[in-house]
């Protein structure tokens, strides 16, 4: 029987760790490049009607207004109105036909 020979390199686990690191980063590297490669990924976030350009329309309306914007509100309508008016979305609320805020019933004392 041929004895067996173990070699040089392989009497230490010097390295291993760095070798696992490194494989480990390729595996991640991997990943992250096939999800962003994919079609569908691609399409929630770029185009007009992407993930983002919704939040975008999302937060560009709650800052002006200080509300959430509600799906069935068209946005552009909403952004564009008469100030002059009170049937803005801040101070009018539509559904309960009634302003948004509140005063006293009777006038203050002097």
């Known amino acids: 029987m041929a004895k067996l020979q173990n070699s040089v390199f392989l009497s230490n686990s010097k390295g291993q760790s760095a070798v696992e690191y490194i ?5 991640l590297s991997s990943l992250i490049v096939g999800v962003l490669n994919n079609k569908q990924f691609k ?3 770029n185009g007009n009607e992407g993930l983002f350009v919704s939040l975008r329309n999302r937060m560009e309306y709650s800052y002006r207004y200080g509300r959430e914007l509600n799906s069935d509100v068209d946005l552009d309508a909403a952004m564009d109105f008469n100030y002059q008016t009170n ?24």
Do not use: C, P
């Open 23 to 27: 494989l480990l980063l390729a595996v």
């Open 87 to 110: 049937k803005h979305d801040t101070y009018f609320n539509s559904k309960e036909n009634q302003s948004r805020f509140f005063s006293g019933l009777e006038a203050y004392g002097q």
């Open 43 to 45: 399409n929630l976030v």
